[in-house]
């Protein structure tokens, strides 16, 4: 069975996103950790987090991904901004563990000028300040699409940073489609080969989670804005070919397409129809 899911809003707690999931025919999601553009983060409600377990139980879903705040930037020439990463995404760890066993993804951030070199230094210190040895999140790290001076953008990029955490087995990677099309890698038309390059560069065994969008700008040109499933540049036959690739099939996959629920499920329910069981 398909494991796919879209990003969700937290507003209403952990529950309510289970039943939103179940209601759009969702068996995992993602939601952001707080708000995504501030710091502020709810407290911890235990028993409506413990509804959520059981409805993840009883409905057999996937690991469920959490995002940090997309504003956070790791590896800032600031060193106030990079110690709110820090902090950010420390605090993030320890909630996760209400939810044990899932996936918290972040991006690299932007170097603004430094240099890529620099700029991987702080998010490798990061890093290995915040992750515990007896975590049982996986943190991930999302493919970029290389706008600006993002870090992130190359699968080289991305292993340079894998190699410098000491803990790798807590961390892994999310493969952002359109973020990967518009960084220069041709999934449209090279799907294998841009996953062999993944293999040979990074793994795929460090390949956790996808992201499923359709990008609103061409091949390679480093943009990052996310369209609706089949209606963008990678098109419906693309994503019936990743969904159904047998090194990526098993992956759990979420949508962030620009869409309110209504819209979620019915591309949960077109790829549901596409993936061949
Ligand atoms: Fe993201
Ligand atoms: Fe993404
Ligand atoms: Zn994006």
């Known amino acids: 069975m398909i494991k796919i899911g879209c990003h969700l809003s937290t507003s209403k707690g952990y529950e309510a996103m289970g039943k939103n999931a179940l209601m759009i025919g969702a068996n995992t999601f993602q939601f952001f950790t707080r708000n995504p553009r501030g710091s502020k983060a709810k407290n911890i409600q235990p028993q409506d987090i413990e509804k959520l377990l059981i409805i993840m139980e009883e409905k057999n879903f996937a690991k469920l991904l959490a995002h940090a705040p997309y504003t956070l930037n790791p590896c800032?020439?600031?060193?106030?901004?990079?110690?709110?990463?820090?902090?950010?995404?420390?605090?993030?760890?320890?909630?996760?563990?209400?939810?044990?066993?899932?996936?918290?993804?972040?991006?690299?951030?932007?170097?603004?000028?430094?240099?890529?070199?620099?700029?991987?230094?702080?998010?490798?210190?990061?890093?290995?300040?915040?992750?515990?040895?007896?975590?049982?999140?996986?943190?991930?790290?999302?493919?970029?699409?290389?706008?600006?001076?993002?870090?992130?953008?190359?699968?080289?990029?991305?292993?340079?940073?894998?190699?410098?955490?000491?803990?790798?087995?807590?961390?892994?990677?999310?493969?952002?489609?359109?973020?990967?099309?518009?960084a220069g890698y041709d999934i449209v038309n090279n799907l294998d080969m841009v996953l062999e390059e993944f293999d040979r560069i990074i793994g795929l065994e460090m390949l956790c989670a996808i992201h499923l969008n359709d990008s609103k700008n061409p091949f390679s040109s480093h943009k990052d804005r996310h369209e609706k499933i089949g209606e963008g540049s990678l098109g419906l036959s693309t994503f019936e070919h990743i969904i159904n690739h047998p090194k990526l099939r098993n992956l759990p996959m979420f949508l962030e397409t620009p869409n309110e629920l209504d819209g979620y499920a019915k591309e949960i329910a077109m790829l549901k129809g596409l993936f061949m069981d």
């Open 76 to 182: 800032s020439d600031k060193a106030e901004t990079r110690e709110f990463a820090k902090i950010v995404m420390e605090d993030d760890l320890r909630r996760m563990e209400y939810l044990p066993g899932n996936y918290y993804n972040f991006h690299p951030g932007s170097h603004v000028g430094q240099g890529v070199e620099i700029g991987i230094t702080y998010i490798i210190d990061l890093l290995n300040d915040i992750i515990r040895e007896d975590q049982t999140t996986t943190i991930l790290l999302e493919t970029m699409s290389g706008k600006g001076s993002e870090i992130g953008g190359t699968f080289e990029e991305l292993k340079q940073i894998l190699n410098g955490v000491k803990s790798s087995d807590k961390m892994g990677i999310c493969l952002d489609t359109c973020h990967i099309y518009d």
